[in-house]
């Protein structure tokens, strides 16, 4: 059983940054064609995609509302992923989520930012003050 674990949620203050990071574990096998990514949830507000990375590539997406803000990396040996973001708006403020999807729609899920992944952590809270 696939487990994810998030970290690095804080309250801030608009223009700080914060990282977030996320480990899975139990994870066997190659994760050449796997995604990961981060997805965040508003109160009253449905989940939405805010970045996501190819395993194999390491090729990144980003949603438009945190292009040129966030970064999103991954660990090369070990199943991590980090969540770089810079300049934090009230906006911001959500649960973020890390989801992991090996599935044979793993890339399209990836590169479309679809919160249908497969395994999702508990989340961690992140919340921008003005």
């Known amino acids: 059983q696939v487990d994810l674990v998030e970290d690095g949620g804080a309250s801030v203050a608009a223009g700080e940054s914060l990282t977030l990071s996320c480990v899975a574990s139990g994870y066997h096998g190659s994760d050449s064609n796997c995604c990961m990514g981060w997805f965040r949830q508003a109160p009253g507000k449905e989940r939405e995609g805010v970045a996501t990375?190819?395993?194999?590539?390491?090729?990144?997406f980003y949603a438009d509302s945190v292009k040129g803000r966030f970064t999103i990396s991954k660990d090369v040996v070990r199943m991590f992923i980090y969540l770089q973001m810079f300049t934090l708006k009230p906006e911001d403020t959500a649960i973020y989520y890390c989801?992991?999807?090996?599935?044979?729609?793993?890339?399209?899920?990836?590169?479309?930012?679809?919160?249908?992944?497969?395994?999702w952590g508990r989340g961690t809270a992140v919340m921008v003050s003005a």
């Open positions: 989801a992991l999807d090996c599935s044979p729609d793993s890339w399209r899920r990836c590169h479309s930012l679809a919160p249908s992944f497969g395994t």
């Open positions: 990375i190819w395993r194999g590539s390491g090729s990144p």
